[in-house]
């Protein structure tokens, strides 16, 4: 069974920088999927990035193109969200999700981050002048 808890969140003014951390468990190997999606006070799931453990291929939301980055450290079982340039909607709590691509899970450009199993308990970012 995958396990994946975030870290990284956290109050940050306007324009300024986080990176999320996604420390994951029970990965045979390398044949997943692992994203990020987030919940704004009020509103449902929103995707934001998705990486393939595989090849690398990532995708990320329009939302947050140019200013999001999403990566991995394959060894240590780690997936990042770099988020600079913060912006007051970029405030919510963000989870790290994760799928088995051999069960059909994928990365769409479409729906980042969405669409995969496996959640974490999430971490909060709160974006504040």
């Known amino acids: 069974q995958l396990q994946l808890v975030e870290s990284g969140g956290g109050l940050v003014q306007p324009g300024g920088s986080l990176r999320l951390t996604c420390a994951a468990s029970g990965f045979s190997d390398d044949y997943y999927i692992v994203g990020w999606f987030r919940r704004a006070p009020g509103k449902g799931r929103e995707g934001v990035s998705c990486l393939s453990l595989s090849d690398g291929t990532t995708y990320s939301a329009n939302s947050v193109k140019g200013r999001f980055t999403i990566s991995r450290d394959n060894a240590k079982k780690k997936v990042y969200l770099l988020m600079n340039n913060l912006k007051l909607e970029d405030t919510g709590v963000y989870y790290c999700?994760?799928?088995?691509?051999?069960?059909?899970?994928?990365?769409?450009?479409?729906?980042?981050?969405?669409?995969?199993?496996?959640w974490g308990l999430g971490t909060q970012v709160i974006v504040s002048s």
């Open positions: 999700a994760a799928d088995d691509q051999r069960i059909g899970a994928h990365c769409s450009p479409a729906r980042p981050g969405m669409d995969l199993g496996y």
